[in-house]
């Protein structure tokens, strides 16, 4: 790809980027827009082009509600994180919404995304969103926490009965 014609696509990405970070309350049609420009993004980060300069607007969209945008926005986060890990902090108040949400999904995608990012400032957010978590759920954490630690104990044999 030419510089002159990836220059201008990058301008066009980071257009369309500010515009979709712009609605609140986007249609299907805009999340389907949002979702294929999230591919293409995806799609020339795979193939090895740099688009760290999307950083800033790619932070702006996370925010989003779909999962396979959220997905997209998480790999394209820890993939720049430790080149530009005064702007990944930016995304910290998101993931931490993340590991608060409903949807287990969402929790482990946002927890996984935070301890994948190398950046030495969000181990304390990280560390601070799982302790509140557990806190919220002490009686639950308990149980989950103890029953795979717990050693397996063959059930008692009846009286009487030689084996």
Excluded at 130 to 137: E, F, G, T, V, Y
Aim: aromatic share 4%; glycine share 2%.
């Amino acid at each position: 790809m030419s510089e002159s014609r990836r220059g201008n696509e990058l301008a066009e990405m980071s257009a369309a980027l500010r515009a979709h970070a712009a609605k609140a309350n986007p249609t299907k049609d805009q999340q389907h827009a949002r979702r294929a420009l999230f591919q293409r993004i995806i799609q020339y980060l795979t193939i090895g082009l740099d688009m760290s300069p999307l950083f800033s607007d790619v932070i702006m969209n996370a925010h989003t509600k779909d999962m396979a945008t959220k997905k997209m926005l998480y790999h394209y986060l820890t993939h720049y994180a430790q080149a530009k890990a005064d702007l990944a902090l930016l995304t910290v108040n998101t993931l931490q919404k993340d590991c608060r949400d409903e949807d287990p999904v969402v929790r482990g995608l946002a927890v996984r995304s935070m301890a994948s990012m190398r950046v030495p400032d969000l181990v304390e957010y990280l560390v601070r969103s799982r302790l509140a978590r557990a806190r919220a759920r002490e009686e639950e954490t308990h149980r989950t926490r103890t029953a795979p630690v717990s050693p397996r104990t063959p059930p008692p044999r009846p009286l009487g009965l030689q084996i």
